[in-house]
């Protein structure tokens, strides 16, 4: 096994043996790519959404947040492309019985030759030391060039016949590149099928006369359909933007990496409308601002890396993605889509209205251009947890499992715990409980030794330990101790929500 699958199999284990992930429907042996968030989890969660939430709408002026319908009328679905184009090319292997996505075989063969690139610049790297000029190598040696510029020539073959819908040379191409099968390692493949990953359901008691439904694929044409509502009510000016977060649902082929890829999601998107032809300028603001959002969080820059798409989605004339470095390697968290006019002309076409907005300064009415931010708030969760996952070396030769959440998305802020189960120590710990629970979510643990406590603190993210002895009874005080740092200190009762406001509050985290 290698050290990234092994790295991978820790975070689903540790995910649910503190209350962060579960199966779903465990006891029935579980449901396919479905995924069920415990106690932990669904506070974490939150505090991502929060998070997202607070720094979209409640920082900006001009953005306003909505909460629409999972059941859409269905004549969207066909307005927005999804009907007909909301499909994924599979491919099975005869031999192994297994499905895939053609694409994403194509697209991790290249990611295979950048990663022996890299491999090369970094030995480069080391052998030169800071005399290594990165860019010079990249552009001169030989090999690397080579695995770039393979890499470069699958990918752009693959958009190419996608956008030709030509799956037949999808399939030529696998065969040319020589992809096996990961399980059977054989290249017996299928041909190449397109499939719609929407769900169906009905709407309606009869079988005659109910209607055809989908569950929403995607949370973005919730905002579309209600564009006029908002801007009117809204009293909104272009450029403005519209969020949203809530369930996406999704019939993926292939999903294999616990929450990175689920039939059932969340997503939280914000469509941005502005005036035709600016649509470049917001495109770029967005990107840098988006990525700026995920590195505030602390979990390393270098974690982070944008992906510039070749092949466009059919609404897109720009389209990026801001890419994370998972267990298994660096793949989507977020997209930034420039989406030009597509949708809201769709559905003046289709619904009849006009979906305008009368621009004062130009004196005129237009549809307005889209930039899409959209990124999966599992995968997030995926992102912020995986990261945080630590085992470390401690000085006295034994290592500690610390989940170093940031603290302010951590689910519990703080532990409370008596030194002993006596002398009216429990008594303080409730009352300080009692305090500060209005304003953190707090817990109170007094089982085993102090030490035994806070391993379990660590493990399960939490950032603060708060201990209260005999000295409290005469002073006050209590002893705080850091997760990150280990460090303990003294401080006084009243001072403890000062404490703790600070490291969480979404001011110091968002700069
Ligand atoms: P992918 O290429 O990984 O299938 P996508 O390009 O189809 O993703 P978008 O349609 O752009 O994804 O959706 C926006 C975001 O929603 C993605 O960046 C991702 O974070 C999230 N997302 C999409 N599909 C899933 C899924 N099946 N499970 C969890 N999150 C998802």
Same mark, same amino acid.
């Not at 999972?70 to 269905?74: G, L, T, W």
């Not at 005869?94 to 019985?97: A, G, L, N, Q, V």
């Not at 800071?130 to 000029?133: K, N, Q, W």
């Given at each position: 096994m290698s050290n990234q699958d092994d790295q991978f199999k820790k975070v689903i284990s540790h995910a649910k043996e503190y209350g962060y992930i579960f199966q779903s429907s465990e006891i029935y042996d579980g449901l396919s790519a479905v995924y069920d968030y415990g106690q932990n989890g669904v506070e974490l969660k939150k505090n991502i959404r929060e998070y997202w939430w607070k720094s979209m709408v409640q920082m900006h002026e001009n953005i306003v947040g909505i909460d629409a319908a999972?059941?859409?009328? +269905?004549t969207t679905w066909k307005a927005s492309g999804h009907v007909d184009a909301f499909s994924d090319p599979l491919i099975d292997n005869?031999?192994?019985?297994k499905r895939y996505r053609a694409d994403v075989l194509v697209e991790d063969y290249a990611e295979k030759l950048n990663q022996k690139a890299e491999k090369e610049i970094a030995k480069a790297a080391k052998r030169f030391g800071?005399?290594?000029?990165r860019e010079t190598f990249v552009t001169t040696n030989g090999r690397v060039m080579g695995y770039h510029q393979k890499a470069k020539d699958a990918t752009a073959r693959l958009a190419k016949s996608l956008d030709a819908d030509d799956l037949a040379d999808v399939k030529a191409l696998i065969e040319e590149l020589g992809i096996v099968c +990961?399980?059977?390692?054989?290249?017996?493949w299928t041909e190449v099928r397109q499939f719609n990953l929407m769900f169906g359901t009905k709407l309606g008691a009869s079988a005659e006369t109910a209607t055809d439904l989908y569950l929403? +694929? @995607?949370?973005a044409q919730g905002i579309f359909v209600n564009f006029l509502n908002v801007q009117k009510t809204g009293r909104m000016k272009i450029p403005f933007g519209i969020a949203q977060t809530g369930k996406a649902f999704r019939n993926e082929?292939?999903?294999?990496?616990f929450i990175f890829r689920m039939r059932e999601f969340e997503q939280m998107e914000m469509q941005f409308f502005v005036r035709p032809g600016e649509e470049m300028k917001w495109y770029h603001h967005w990107k840098e601002t988006r990525l700026k959002w995920h590195t505030s969080l602390g979990l390393? @820059? @270098?974690n982070y890396r944008f992906h510039d798409h070749e092949k466009l989605a059919h609404y897109a004339n720009a389209a990026a993605d801001i890419e994370f470095n998972f267990p298994f390697g660096f793949k989507e968290l977020e997209g930034i889509h420039s989406r030009t006019d597509f949708d809201l002309k769709a559905h003046e076409e289709h619904s009849g209205k006009k979906l305008q907005f009368f621009d004062p300064e130009l004196n005129e009415s237009y549809v307005p251009y889209v930039v899409e931010t959209s990124i999966g708030l599992d995968r997030m969760f995926l992102a912020v947890l995986s990261k945080s996952l630590q085992e470390e070396a401690l000085d006295n030769g034994t290592s500690r499992v610390v989940l170093k959440l940031p603290a302010l998305l951590a689910p519990v802020k703080a532990a409370i715990f +008596?030194?002993?189960?006596?002398?009216g120590l429990p008594e303080i710990a409730r009352e300080i409980i009692d305090e500060l629970k209005y304003d953190f979510n707090v817990l109170y643990d007094e089982k085993d030794a102090v030490g035994k406590r806070y391993r379990r603190q660590d493990a399960a993210g939490t950032p603060f330990c708060i201990t209260v002895d005999h000295q409290t009874i005469e002073d006050k005080t209590v002893t705080v101790r850091h997760r990150d740092t280990m460090e303990q200190q003294r401080v006084a009762i009243e001072e403890l929500g000062e404490l703790i406001g600070k490291a969480v509050s979404f001011r110091h985290w968002i700069k």
């Open positions: 999972i059941f859409m009328h +269905p005869k031999d192994s019985k800071d005399s290594f000029d +990961p399980v059977s390692g054989s290249k017996n929403r +694929p @995607e949370t082929i292939v999903a294999r990496q390393g @820059e @270098e +008596p030194l002993v189960k006596k002398d």
